[in-house]
Each structure stands twice: as structure tokens, then as C-alpha cells.
């Protein structure tokens, strides 16, 4: 029988519940918070929660600088809502979910600002691949990873992904076959979480992150980021054309002249493009 949670009502009343699912915040400073709002549910990523991050993404206000992922309840995010997947045994409503998913964490690296997942609880499965699109990841010293698919009997594929990219191939692939959780510390380790801290220290430690990034040359974070995962994959002699490219590029702008004057005059820079 289908799961009489809301994820499963009509679809008029899903899209008009959507935006319930995100909870978002600016700061002046132009940290954009999305927090995913599922807590009942541990935050999984229904069919609706999906298009209501993929609609905030493609909808962040220019004045924002960076994205935070963070999330309410006892948990970051438990992966897929299984009760809804388990409800639709066709294939193509299968298909599109995943398809819905990974065009999300695609929007995530096409985004021009830098994308920081603030972590507590636990991320397990869809939400530990989250944590892997990121750009930055912290989190509370107490929170568990783990992509624990193959313990329902389902290959966590999707997840796989930015697991393998961000982490070595063994420790992925370990990982993925045993569905066994690492630790926050563990996650350092092994490049899965860039700092974890005690929980309490959590939110000024993105804060402090978000506020870092926010003050350095608009153009040269949306440069960065671009050329980044442009060259990340290709061989060395295309990645340094590549890389050339955008720092010549990058030399042109306004913000290079005064960055520039200003380090040589000793003085913070008056960022001109932000």
C-alpha cells in the first residue's frame, strides 16, 4: 500500500507544498541558507523535496555569495525516501527520480558560487552523496557517513559518483559494498568532509567559512570554481591550457588591477565587480 505521508497526496497539493520542504535565509552579508525541512522524515529526499532544491538552486538572488546546505531535525539527510520509492514499482517513475537527483547535484557544481553542506546527525546514502557534491563540507564531530544501499539490497549507484571523486577508489568502493557508516574524523581523513567540530562550534564554523569566501573578489570565486571542475578530470597538458586560459582571462578583470594595488599599497582591497 502507498505511504499515506504527504509525499504521496495528489500531485497539485505536492507542488503546493514544496517550498515547506526548503527553509531559506540571506544574510546580509549574502550567505544563502537552505535548510532542508523534512525533520519527521530525517530529511529524506522525496520526489518533492528534490524540485524544491532543484527550484531554490535555479532561483539563488544575485545578491547572494554563497550556498549553505544545512538541514532541521536530529539528521542532515537519510538518503531517498524509501516509503515513496517502495510505492512506485514502475521502472520510468524510477528513472525519473534518479534523473530529477542527479540533474540536482548537477545543478550544484554548475552553480557559480561556492556550495558548503553543513553537517549533523547523520548522511546516509542520497544524503551522504549530497555531502560528496558539495563544494566544502564541515560537520558536527558526532555525525555518521555512509552510503548503506547494499544492505536493502540496492547498489547505491547514484552516490557512488561524487564518493569516488571526492575519496580514494578503495575506501569508496569499500564503502559501498559493505554499506558500513565512518565517522566525522574519519570523513577528514579521507577527504569526504573538509573540518568536523564539536557541535556546538558547528554554526560558527560554516559562518566563519561563508563569511571568508564572501569577502574575496565575486569574479574570481565564480572563475574559480568554473575552471576547477572543468579541469579536475582532463590530462595534464589540457588541464594547464585550460588553467592558462582562465587566469588570462581572469587578469582582465577589474578586481585583478585593484587586488593587486592594494597589496602593494597595503591596504584590504575595494573589490570593484561584487
Known amino acids: 500500500m502507498p505511504d499515506e505521508n504527504r509525499d504521496n497526496q495528489t500531485t497539485q497539493d505536492l507542488q503546493l507544498q514544496a517550498s515547506a520542504y526548503i527553509l531559506t535565509t540571506l544574510s546580509d552579508e549574502g550567505i544563502l541558507t537552505l535548510t532542508l525541512n523534512r525533520p519527521e522524515q530525517f530529511n529524506a529526499l522525496s520526489d518533492s523535496m528534490l524540485d524544491a532544491l532543484h ?67 547523520v548522511a546516509a546514502a542520497a544524503g551522504c552523496q549530497l555531502v560528496a557534491n558539495c563544494d566544502l563540507a564541515v560537520a558536527a564531530d558526532h555525525c555518521q ?52 567540530v564539536p557541535a556546538e562550534q558547528l554554526d560558527q564554523t560554516v559562518l566563519t567559512l561563508a563569511q571568508n569566501i564572501c569577502g574575496k573578489s565575486r569574479q574570481a570565486v565564480s572563475t574559480g570554481k568554473n575552471l576547477f571542475y572543468r579541469q579536475i578530470d582532463k590530462p ?18 577589474n578586481d585583478v588591477s585593484e587586488g593587486i594595488d592594494a597589496f602593494f599599497e597595503k591596504r584590504p582591497p575595494e573589490w570593484q565587480d561584487n
Open 55 to 121: 527550484d531554490a538552486i535555479e532561483n539563488v538572488p544575485d545578491s547572494a555569495r554563497v550556498v549553505v546546505i544545512a538541514a532541521s531535525g536530529k539528521a542532515f539527510c537519510a538518503g531517498h525516501d524509501l516509503k515513496q520509492m517502495r510505492s512506485h514499482i514502475d521502472e520510468q517513475w524510477q528513472q525519473s527520480l534518479f534523473t530529477k537527483c542527479s540533474s540536482f547535484m548537477q545543478s550544484l557544481i554548475d552553480l557559480p558560487l561556492p556550495v558548503i553542506a553543513k553537517v549533523h546527525g
Open 236 to 253: 595534464l597538458v589540457e588541464a594547464y591550457k585550460l588553467a592558462g586560459s582562465a587566469m588570462a582571462s581572469n587578469m582582465m578583470a
Open 145 to 196: 557517513l555512509g552510503v548503506s544501499g547494499i544492505n536493502l539490497g540496492l547498489f547505491c549507484s547514484t552516490p557512488s559518483v561524487p564518493l569516488s571523486r571526492n575519496i580514494s577508489r578503495k575506501r569508496a568502493f569499500h564503502m559501498l559494498m559493505t554499506g558500513e557508516f565512518i565517522d566525522a574524523p574519519t570523513a577528514v581523513d579521507w577527504g569526504l568532509l573538509n573540518q568536523c
